[in-house]
């Protein structure tokens, strides 16, 4: 069956960086796209950006340009989101969540990892 | 950015009742070309990740309890839960993914009252 497996808590400082990985099984790595989203907390969902494993692309939220980067190893089907300059308002729980690939771009969220909690606090 | 507006942010059913969920979203998510509405919605129970109900607007996710319908397009659409269970006490999401960045409602509490 299809999982996608995060990485453990982090606790960082401000201005520190973080790299969440997302480790999947259960189907072909690079017939599908990897989505980050995030959830602060008690609040909503919001889109961070998305990679392609098969060659790479990635399409990032404006929000986040500069300050994210997304890469895949297909040798793991492991997908890894790297967040830079880290402040109190990046505390928040990380999902990846696989979407096919339509239009150009990422179809609805299938699946979703189990979400890793970053907490950036001095 | 496409804005999607739900409506209730929150809602109180009584088992066995029908609960209703509205999104709105800014623009039009209809792709003209395959007629398709890349629009979907989204369970989340606490301490647990979304979990996709509805894809393409109307096309339940296998596995989800047929008595969860969505319906719409365009710019309208519409969860309906046809007989509250207690399992469904969850916040709902409504997203687009038409083009980026794909955004979500706000979120909906679904309640037993």
């Known amino acids: 069956q299809v999982q996608l497996v995060q990485s453990g808590a982090e606790v960082k400082k401000p201005g520190a960086s973080v790299k969440v990985s997302c480790k999947a099984s259960g189907y072909f790595f690079t017939t599908y796209g990897i989505n980050w989203v995030r959830q602060a907390p008690g609040q909503g969902l919001e889109w961070m950006g998305w990679i392609t494993p098969h060659n790479g692309n990635t399409n990032y939220a404006q929000k986040f340009q500069g300050r994210v980067t997304m890469t895949t190893d297909t040798s793991t089907s492991t997908a890894y989101m790297e967040l830079r300059s880290l402040s109190s308002d990046d505390t928040a729980v990380y999902y990846c969540?696989?979407?096919?690939?339509?239009?150009?771009?990422?179809?609805?969220?299938?699946?979703w990892g189990q979400g890793t909690l970053v907490t950036v606090s001095s | 950015d496409i804005v999607m507006t739900q409506s209730p942010d929150s809602l109180a059913v009584s088992l066995g009742e029908r609960a209703t969920i509205n999104c709105k979203s800014s623009q039009s998510v209809l792709y003209t070309s395959n007629n398709k509405n890349y629009f979907g919605w989204y369970q989340q129970k606490p301490g647990q990740p979304p979990k996709l109900l509805i894809y393409w607007a109307s096309t339940r996710e296998s596995g989800v309890p047929d008595r969860f319908s969505g319906s719409g397009s365009g710019t309208d659409f519409t969860l309906t839960i046809s007989s509250l269970q207690a399992e469904d006490v969850a916040v709902y999401y409504c997203q687009q993914y038409y083009t980026t960045p794909y955004t979500f409602g706000q979120g909906t509490k679904l309640e037993i009252k």
């Open positions: 969540a696989r979407g096919s690939y339509c239009a150009g771009g990422s179809c609805y969220f299938d699946h």
